[in-house]
């Protein structure tokens, strides 16, 4: 679609506040100015009548009005923006006045783009008149520019204004909603007369993904009536999805500024699809986390009204918000949330992360993990994810996760946007869905049954096998083992110490004086000899020492300690071999696979003398990249020498030229 007239004008206009604003400042006019053009142009044709109607009854309900303006919206104001253009002196009153005459709806868009602080700046700065002069003359009438060429439009200049946005808020391209919806639409009924089709974003931003969630539902079924819900804690997006909404004759009050994080909305709703793209690394606890959101986030975890499977780390909600997508869902709707890798595999074994996976393997809501080329957002070139979830798959996807390779389905842009260097083009889109619909093994789609990514941690331990000898260093180590020096002396040097403190100084100078006495007593036993057994160790130190305590024994020895095969293998009193914890390693299997048989494969060809130990530690990860590995040779010695010499005549050839020089 042929855009580039109306985006080209708008973008002319922005030059006029040159020297007013810096161009990162340009959207806080420039949006607002849109929408506002955008009103004005739908109520054109019935503005009139509102008038007459309004003049006659101040008192008119907001409903009557509504239905005179063929809007769920109204301006009462005797301006526009050509009118305005008539009074330049007071033009900054009188626009103020226009916004004024709004409806409510309308009204509370432009509080939340703070376009009141705008108009202040720009008349103070000598621009306004020039700004409402040039917007009186961008034709946005629904006739001309219907809704989905605004959608364009709008798309367009917040991509522009994006670029710079940070790399966790990003800005989602048309070409990758368009295959989301794709995936979600198959194999879902959507058809029938007055079929009632309901969608939410909880990160809505401003609207792209219920936009063209909704031109595609419209073109399977253009007698469905389609329902939009969207949540955005940003004002300015909030605001221009609002706008997006209304024009759209949808119900402006499913669109909600709200954290949805904090706010669980719409807890009486259930939806049939459930899209979106919530920011990457966002902290949902702890320091850099909003006010009241970890607090709200763990009641929603302990009255499992959300997050029932668990809280991820404080630093990332990406899975707190898939987490909400699946309690919001229908049995029978499917989610689309984009992703980036860290929810495939980050944390250990017990950690949050790894036990949300579980939970969703487990009870079998993962359909397909879908990996997206790089470069393929404007702020961001990171490796991202489509995760299409369900809770109730067909058969033939029951207990079964597909993983799909899509990061060589691009085109080259011409011109890089931003970070946005790569494209999906419609052959691209459908290449994809269409692996995705045939659900079969190939090149590019691996099918796997659940428990492929939930696997069982145990514990390895060897034997303890020490053996004991008296050396200088070992000596030395003695010393940090009974005491702090430099606490010693700390204390020491204090003009005046409290009880506390007088108490631990005395306790710090008889572990010294201790660990003198024991050192100067085996100083004269550094021969050199190795004690194989920790008993005969013990019995030497008894005697060397004059210490009958059990654990100032037990401490000593293990200074003198290291591992030894030769080593007698330690036991307890009742004869039971002790492991050596120190040592201690973990090895993680399939949940399917049989311990023994891996420890016989495994580890004991290595340590012989080891044990396996179940802790019943169970998580799950989805290391995706390792199931597309493609083995590549490495380059032969020949090649590697040629690269020498050529990079070396480089070398060379650039030396000679800057000393010719």
Same mark, same amino acid.
Request: aromatic fraction near 6%.
């Given at each position: 679609m042929d855009i580039s007239k109306e985006v080209n004008f708008i973008w002319n206009i922005a030059d006029k506040l040159r020297g007013a604003y810096t161009s990162d400042k340009y959207k806080d006019v420039i949006i607002p100015m849109v929408i506002l053009r955008r009103f004005e142009c739908a109520l054109a044709d019935t503005k009139n009548k509102v008038l007459e109607k309004y003049n006659s009854d101040k008192n008119c309900p907001a409903k009557v009005l509504e239905s005179f303006s063929g809007y769920k919206f109204y301006n009462t104001s005797k301006f526009d923006l050509k009118e305005l253009r008539n009074d330049q002196n007071n033009i900054k009153a009188n626009l103020k006045n226009y916004i004024d005459g709004f409806s409510d709806n309308i009204k509370e868009i432009f509080e939340n783009l703070e376009f009141q602080k705008q108009i202040d700046k720009m008349s103070k700065e000598n621009c306004l008149f020039s700004i409402i002069k040039a917007f009186s003359e961008l034709d946005l009438d629904p006739k001309i520019?219907?809704?989905?060429?605004? !959608?364009?439009? /709008? @798309?367009e200049l917040i991509r522009k204004f994006s670029e710079n946005a940070e790399a966790g808020d990003h800005y989602t391209g048309r070409d990758i909603?368009?295959?989301?919806?794709?995936?979600?639409?198959?194999?879902?009924?959507?058809?029938?007369?007055?079929k009632v089709i309901s969608v939410l974003d909880q990160a809505c931003g401003t609207g792209g993904m219920l936009s063209i969630a909704n031109e595609k539902l419209k073109e399977q079924n253009n007698k469905a009536q389609i329902y939009l819900y969207g949540q955005e804690i940003n004002g300015e997006s909030y605001a221009i999805c609002k706008a997006d909404i209304l024009i759209k004759g949808q119900n402006e009050k499913n669109i909600l500024k709200t954290d949805t994080l904090k706010n669980n909305e719409f807890p009486n709703e259930k939806f049939d699809f459930i899209i979106?793209?919530?920011? /990457?690394?966002?902290?949902?606890?702890? @320091?850099?986390?909003?006010? !009241?959101?970890?607090d709200a986030v763990k009641l929603a975890y302990e009255s499992k009204s959300r997050f029932l499977a668990g809280l991820p780390a404080k630093s990332d909600a990406q899975l707190l918000f898939l987490q909400s997508a699946l309690e919001k869902v229908k049995d029978n709707g499917?989610?689309?949330?984009?992703?980036?890798g860290s929810p495939l595999f980050s944390g250990d074994t017990t950690s949050g992360e790894s036990q949300i996976r579980r939970y969703l393997l487990e009870n079998d809501y993962i359909d397909s993990i879908i990996a997206l080329p790089t470069e393929l957002f404007y702020n961001t070139g990171i490796a991202t994810y489509i995760w299409i979830l369900r809770k109730s798959k067909p058969n033939e996807r029951k207990g079964k996760l597909a993983l799909i390779d899509a990061s060589s389905f691009y085109i080259k842009l011409r011109k890089s946007m931003g970070n946005k260097r790569n494209e999906l083009n419609e052959q691209n889109i459908a290449q994809i869905t269409q692996i995705y619909k045939d659900f079969k093994e190939n090149e590019y789609c691996k099918i796997y049954n659940n428990s492929e990514f939930i696997y069982k941690e145990y514990t390895i331990m060897t034997p303890l096998q020490k053996s004991y000898t008296i050396t200088d260093e070992s000596l030395e180590s003695l010393k940090s083992a009974f005491y702090n020096d430099t606490k010693i002396t700390e204390? @020491?040097?204090?003009? @005046?110490?409290?009880?506390?403190?007088?108490?631990?100084l005395s306790k710090q100078k008889e572990a010294k004086e201790l660990a003198s006495a024991i050192i100067s007593k085996l100083n004269d036993h550094k021969d050199g000899k190795k004690y194989l057994n920790k008993d005969e160790f013990i019995s030497f130190l008894k005697q060397i020492l004059d210490i009958k305590d059990t654990k100032t024994l037990d401490k000593i020895a293990k200074i003198f300690s290291r591992d030894d095969d030769e080593a007698q293998i330690q036991r307890d009193k009742k004869g039971e071999i002790i492991y050596d914890k120190d040592?201690?390693?973990?090895?993680?299997?399939?949940i399917n696979?049989?311990?023994?048989?891996y420890m016989k494969s495994e580890v004991l060809p290595h340590l012989p003398l080891a044990k396996a130990f179940d802790e019943g530690k169970i998580g799950a990860e989805i290391p995706f990249t390792r199931y597309f590995y493609k083995y590549q040779n490495p380059k032969s010695t020949d090649e590697i020498k040629l690269e020498f010499k050529n990079l070396e005549k480089e070398a060379i050839e650039l030396e000679s030229g800057i000393f010719d020089e």
């Open positions: 520019v219907p809704n989905h060429t605004m !959608g364009y439009i /709008f @798309e909603i368009a295959l989301m919806v794709d995936i979600l639409l198959f194999g879902v009924d959507i058809q029938g007369d007055n979106e793209n919530p920011p /990457f690394g966002t902290s949902w606890g702890g @320091e850099k986390a909003k006010d !009241g959101v970890e499917k989610i689309a949330i984009i992703q980036n204390l @020491e040097n204090k003009d @005046e110490l409290n009880q506390k403190e007088q108490k631990e040592g201690r390693d973990s090895e993680i299997i399939n696979a049989s311990i023994d048989e």
